[in-house]
């Protein structure tokens, strides 16, 4: 027997101990799975830090229930309290499709069969880089960027991630980033990130994450060291980013690209991790093409996923270097922009959250459901039927 034919049998061992078949696709057994999601999402930077649910079907719903405004009044002996009713609202996860083809060469198939540990090897070698094509694709991701951006990665494009799905975006026209003192411009925005933050859900600031991009990050550092105290000694010493008023500061390299993108450029992000969602479906399928006269072989993987917001308002997207009329960085429709009313009712929130009389119309529509959820089934009084954000526009 050919070394060769050694080395490729090895394959062939490992191969069948890390997938089991299902209906002729080939799935990662779930101690595989669990370390590709790990290898994947160990050196990204919001990824990592989101709450994760592992989807057994194409489509998780993820319910909010609470109460809005106060429950407790006086106690009288011949009055009956007033009855609290608990508001529903929902966000949606959508299982979509992301296809890598990864090619292995034989001479680095010989190198780390004998090392031993093939398996690891494999599963590490392309959850690295799929790691970090996931985390732009969940946290860049924007359905409308194409316009603007021509040239953009179809990636990109594909459907709404965080940063669009976020209800909350202040830009260079905000009065506080453009009146921003030289030497100040980071804090000044992180102020201004926090004033938009909704003020009762302020209370715990630890659970709360300010996200820059390695930019931002450094002159943030930079702004904190120019003080004259121990703090902003160990801040250019140390590379400390001190908190901004008890809030946690991250440096997101993922973020560095939204600066080559127009209309969304220069983004910070301010969030409880909690509050991030992503959906990767249970079965993440390898599928593997021997090509002989090229000496390597093909791996074939397929994951599906979604990202979403438990509750969309909860995050403020500051985006210094664009004005408001010029972004691109909000989608304009998302599904969580329909809050149910606990009546079989669905309401169109605007993207301030709220149910104003705008005089614009649509923002006052309201949707009644003929299905529990699917907006395509949504009948309208009004003139406009949105999308859901996850590529199904409403009927």
């Known amino acids: 027997m050919s070394e060769l034919q050694s080395i490729m049998d090895k394959v062939e061992e490992s191969y069948k101990s890390m997938v089991i078949d299902n209906f002729g696709a080939s799935v990662l057994q779930p101690g595989y799975f669990d370390k590709y999601v790990e290898y994947a999402t160990r050196d990204t930077s919001i990824l990592v830090d989101a709450r994760q649910i592992i989807m057994d079907q194409q489509v998780v719903n993820i319910d909010r229930t609470g109460f809005t405004g106060r429950i407790l009044e006086p106690g009288r002996e011949t009055r009956v309290p007033k009855r609290a009713k608990p508001e529903v609202r929902q966000e949606r996860l959508i299982a979509n499709e992301l296809v890598a083809d990864v090619a292995i060469t034989d001479q680095a198939l010989r190198r780390n069969i004998e090392r031993g540990g093939y398996e690891d090897t494999l599963i590490n070698m392309m959850a690295a880089q799929a790691g970090a ?14 316009e603007e951006n021509p040239e953009i990665d179809p990636l990109l494009t594909e459907q709404n991630g965080w940063i669009a799905k976020c209800r909350n975006h202040i830009y260079s026209d905000d009065t506080e980033i453009a009146g921003a003192k030289q030497g100040k411009e980071v804090q000044t925005m992180l102020r201004s990130m926090l004033k938009h933050y909704p003020q009762e859900y302020r209370g715990d600031r630890r659970s709360l994450v300010y996200y820059l991009d390695s930019d931002t990050f450094d002159d943030y550092v930079e702004e904190v060291g120019e003080r004259p105290t ?47 969602v992503y959906g990767i479906f249970e079965n993440v399928t390898i599928e593997r093409d021997r090509n002989v006269r090229r ?93 859901n954000g996850n590529g199904q526009d409403g009927g």
């Open 295 to 387: 000496r390597l072989t093909d791996f074939v993987l397929t994951m599906e996923v979604d990202q979403a917001f438990e509750n969309p308002f909860l995050c403020v997207c500051a985006h210094p270097d664009v004005a408001e009329e010029d972004s691109v960085a909000e989608a304009e429709s998302d599904y969580s922009n329909f809050h149910h009313n606990g009546k079989g009712t669905y309401e169109y929130i605007n993207k301030k959250g709220y149910l104003p009389d705008t005089g614009n119309g649509p923002h006052n529509t309201r949707y009644d459901a003929t299905h529990d959820i699917d907006p395509s089934s949504y009948t309208t009084s009004g003139t406009v039927t949105p999308g």
């Open 230 to 276: 121990i703090a902003g000694d160990d801040a250019i010493s140390n590379y400390i980013a001190r908190p901004y008023k008890g809030i946690e500061i991250r440096e997101a390299p993922v973020l560095n690209e939204a600066r080559d993108i127009e209309g969304v450029g220069t983004t910070a992000m301010l969030v409880n991790p909690d509050n991030l």
């Open 133 to 146: 094509d996931w985390e732009s694709y969940a946290v860049l991701g924007n359905r409308g960027l194409a």
